[in-house]
């Protein structure tokens, strides 16, 4: 069935240092790919998506790549901060299914 | 402000006991989704709705039945609640047919006992 995989489940970084998070999907008719933020005790919130017919998208500190032939997808943050600590889900479109398959999360600890 | 939100936000509960959770939302949407989070495991789908006649099973639908009762309210009922059904819940609505943002709720806290 439809799958989408996220690594790491874990992620520390120093603040300032950039931090990467990957995902892979299985469905190759996917064409959208939102990223969501959940802070503790919240729920979670779109932060950047990106459609199939582009590559890259940026939005301030964060950008999203796509490769389609690969079906990886990523998300990264530059010069991260204290407030970008939380759980990050990646999620990929299933048009045959008319639904959203979610990554298992990466939680992001920054450290001051 | 259209906003998603959810009743109750915590419950406790007994196996054996049914529970609904309700879900409703002033953003317009026709389509609507009911989530399981549990730690590792990220947001599992366990059903959703396109409008008011339409009801489709996710991937985890086994122990929980949905009802739409209208465009702007969609419940999920436990019909038995057991232990594992301990989680945190989340409903979620979308506006385009063909993907878009999920506005998700504040989350239902379920702990049965």
């Known amino acids: 069935g439809e799958n989408v995989e996220q690594h790491p489940s874990t992620l520390s970084v120093q603040e300032g240092d950039s931090a990467v998070i990957k995902c892979t999907y299985s469905?190759?008719?996917?064409?959208?790919f939102p990223w969501y933020k959940q802070e503790l005790g919240k729920r979670p919130q779109l932060i950047i998506d990106?459609?199939?017919?582009?590559g890259e998208k940026k939005d301030q500190r964060i950008a999203v790549t796509l490769n389609k032939t690969a079906k990886h997808f990523s998300l990264h943050i530059t010069e991260t901060q204290p407030e970008d600590s939380a759980v990050y889900f990646c999620?990929?479109?299933?048009?045959?299914?008319?639904?959203?398959?979610f990554g298992a999360g990466t939680r992001l600890f920054v450290k001051a | 402000d259209a906003d998603v939100t959810q009743t109750p936000r915590n419950r406790i509960t007994k196996t054996g006991k049914r529970i609904m959770l309700e879900c409703s939302q002033t953003?317009?949407?026709?389509?609507m989704y009911w989530y399981r989070q549990d730690p590792g495991l990220g947001l599992r789908l366990i059903y959703y709705?396109?409008?008011?006649?339409?009801?489709n099973k996710g991937e985890i639908s086994d122990g929980y039945s949905v009802s739409r009762q209208a465009q702007a309210k969609f419940s999920l009922s436990l019909e038995s609640a057991i232990p594992n059904q301990t989680a945190l819940y989340f409903c979620?609505?979308?506006?385009?047919?063909?993907?878009?943002?999920?506005?998700f709720g504040p989350g239902t806290r379920l702990t049965v006992l």
């Open positions: 990106i459609r199939s017919n582009v």
């Open positions: 469905d190759s008719a996917s064409n959208y």
């Open positions: 953003k317009g949407h026709d389509r």
């Open positions: 979620a609505t979308s506006g385009f047919a063909g993907g878009d943002t999920q506005y």
């Open positions: 999620a990929a479109w299933v048009p045959g299914g008319f639904k959203t398959i």
């Open positions: 709705s396109f409008d008011v006649k339409d009801i």
